[in-house]
């Protein structure tokens, strides 16, 4: 079993927090280096100090990366999202041939590539892509997709396809997930963005995506992912019609995972959108559970290096504040983002490199460039001038 990250040897440390009594226990246990437990998490999602619990969280990262937030270069490409699904609170989606709704795009792999050369143009050193369930789409365009961008830009970290794609795309093409995974990792696949988990609880799974993957099934293809060496985020979409306990309980499947494999990168809680989906909820996630949810998320995932503050859900502020609530990363560029800001999203479509900089020292940190597995980047002259340190 793989050990949790220890946060017991600070590379810079702030003075010890404090909390009101109801968090005093909790304080303890991160104070020693224990692991929370299920009933700590119900705890800590009820308690009536905020701030503390904030404080809490904020001197945990900081015991283990010091002041550094980490940023990205990248882009988002979407390949397409014509889906043979109609996941209740997905807005990105549109039926092929049966979808009265306008917005529905495919692109063929001299597309993508069209858009992987402007990513990589601006000295991008990931490529984030994902799509939806084609309904036509052979698996040699998956393949090809992939070994084109691989070929033009071999420097550049490929980041693609959710858990539920890669079934997808293993069904098509008559493969297993893992014959899939190897196939797709062989044309240039590096790392998984981790899209899809939602809430790993069958029931909620039921209502929200009804014929998605099922909890089990996401994880067994990270853990799959993992043991091919191919590294991957975990997603949790909050917010909607999920109870506290259920996010509780997806953070502790998450956890466990992580215990056996070690294969997650970050943790990447995501923001509910209620705009142009069918899943009846009146309003997302307020700053306040943002914050709490993003604080309560770097307790309890003592395994996990990072949690990251999206700004493209958060919206820059509360993103901001989020690096006071455990965030250790700010994602990146992104460039272009199509999933959230169909759903409603209201921060831009991309932030500059001196954006991500200014935003992270206004916030209190120091920023630090990252490529896809959080290796440090530098910088010479040029857009196309960097290395990994």
Request: charged share 25%; proline share 4%.
């Amino acid at each position: 079993m793989r050990q949790r990250v220890d946060a017991t040897t600070p590379a810079c440390s702030d003075e010890i927090p404090y909390v009101t009594r109801e968090l005093e226990p909790i304080r303890e246990k991160v104070l020693n280096g224990r692991r929370l437990s299920r009933e700590d998490g119900l705890v800590l999602f009820q308690a009536q100090d905020v701030l503390g619990l904030g404080s809490l969280a904020r001197w945990y990262a900081r015991r283990r990366h010091g002041p550094c937030v980490y940023y990205v270069v990248n882009g988002h490409i979407n390949y397409s999202n014509y889906c043979t699904l109609a996941c209740a609170f997905c807005s990105f989606y549109r039926r092929k041939g049966k979808d009265p709704r306008p917005g529905g795009f495919e692109l063929s792999v001299d597309e993508v590539l069209h858009q992987a050369d402007e990513i990589a143009r601006s000295g991008a050193t990931e490529i984030h892509g994902v799509g939806a369930l084609h309904p036509e789409f052979p698996f040699r365009y998956y393949v090809d997709l992939l070994r084109a961008i691989r070929q033009r830009h071999p420097r550049v970290g490929l980041k693609f396809f959710t858990a539920v794609e890669i079934y997808h795309i293993g069904k098509v093409g008559g493969l297993s997930p893992r014959e899939a995974l190897l196939a797709l990792q062989e044309a240039g696949l590096d790392t998984l963005p981790g899209g899809g988990a939602e809430i790993l609880d069958d029931g909620v799974r039921s209502v929200i995506c009804a014929g998605k993957e099922t909890s089990a099934e996401w994880l067994a293809l990270h853990r799959t992912a993992h043991q091919l060496g191919i590294r991957s985020n975990a997603t949790m979409l909050y917010g909607h019609i999920e109870t506290l306990a259920q996010r509780v309980d997806h953070m502790l499947r998450l956890r466990e995972l992580q215990d056996d494999t070690g294969g997650f990168l970050a943790f990447v809680p995501l923001s509910y959108h209620p705009v142009n989906n069918v899943l009846k909820v009146e309003h997302g996630p307020g700053a306040i559970d943002e914050l709490r949810t993003h604080a309560i998320a770097r307790l309890m995932l003592d395994n996990f290096a990072h949690v990251k503050a999206y700004w493209v859900t958060l919206t820059i502020p509360v993103a901001q504040i989020a690096l006071a609530y455990g965030a250790s990363d700010f994602d990146g560029t992104v460039l272009q983002e199509k999933v959230h800001h169909m759903a409603g999203a209201r921060s831009p479509q991309a932030l500059s490199v001196a954006d991500l900089q200014r935003l992270i020292c206004e916030a209190g940190g120091e920023p630090v460039e990252r490529d896809h597995l959080y290796r440090r980047i530098r910088r010479g002259g040029g857009a196309l001038d960097w290395r990994v340190a």
